[in-house]
């Protein structure tokens, strides 16, 4: 199939980015495969570091903060981290992807007219398959310590959340790739960004930290606090998702495909000259 003289569905919005890549769907599939292969090349274990890294940050992060903070529970502490801690990567790792996803991509799009949501989008679907693993190793790590959650409707939000993920982490790529093909400097800032984020985010705190009330503009302002809630609700507390989860969620989610309309629609295909 050629793709050199393809444009792009003339619908506006998502139901565009949706057609876009089901047309590109095997370009989009090969992108990914080949980010995880040099993302894993030589490695001895391959995807399993997805699991690892995660897992021994958790467990270091429980028993130093866990000690601090007089945790009574160190495994139950743990699990909330690894929890944080894969939505964190997830999400860090799709800001840093996103901002070199255009760029490292220029050699395609200068010989070939490919829609840019393509590789865009590999970025949050790369990382979905690390997320995946270390879901699955999260898993793992309740059974064993016999805190697996009970069979009930609320393991369905947990086959539901990578969804979910996509659907709010691919406007944001699609905004940060623009930024970053045009403002090389955005690097610095995101990293600063992220390292403040993380602070103010219940990833490695306990959550009810945050019900101070002097924090609790937080719960709204930082998009990661719905995030992280519905992920550990149904797995760590057996209980669906609060409407207050939802509207937020929504809230963001709106805002930030909106945002990633205006930012490729201002952009265009003329972004391609400040590759």
Partial sequence: MSYHHYESVRIPGFIRYIADLLRFRHLCWNLVGSD?????RRSR???????IQPLAFALLIAWTWGTLLKTEDYWSFAVYVFAGMLVWEYFSNTLNGSLDALTGAAGYLRQARVPLVVFQARVPLTGMVTFLAGMVGLLAMLAVLGKFPS????????????FILIIFFLP?????SVLGAQFRDLRHI???????????????????????????????????????DMLRAPLL?????????????????????LASFLFAGRAGRKIVFAL
């Avoid at 507390?237 to 805002?255: F, K, P, Q, S, V």
């Fill in 190 to 228: 995101v990293q600063i960004g992220l390292q403040a984020l993380l602070f103010v985010s219940p990833v490695m705190f306990e959550r009810a930290m945050f019900n101070d009330e002097r924090l609790i503009i937080l719960q709204f302002v930082n998009p990661l606090f719905p995030l992280l």
């Fill in 151 to 162: 069979l009930s409707w609320n393991l369905a939000l947990v086959a539901a959340f990578p």
């Fill in 237 to 257: 507390y057996d209980r669906g998702w609060t409407n207050a989860e939802l509207m937020t969620l929504g809230a963001w989610a709106g805002l930030l495909w």
């Fill in 45 to 51: 274990i391959g995807i399993f570091w997805a699991v």
């Fill in 36 to 40: 995880l292969r040099a993302r894993f």
């Fill in 172 to 176: 944001v790529a699609v905004i940060f």
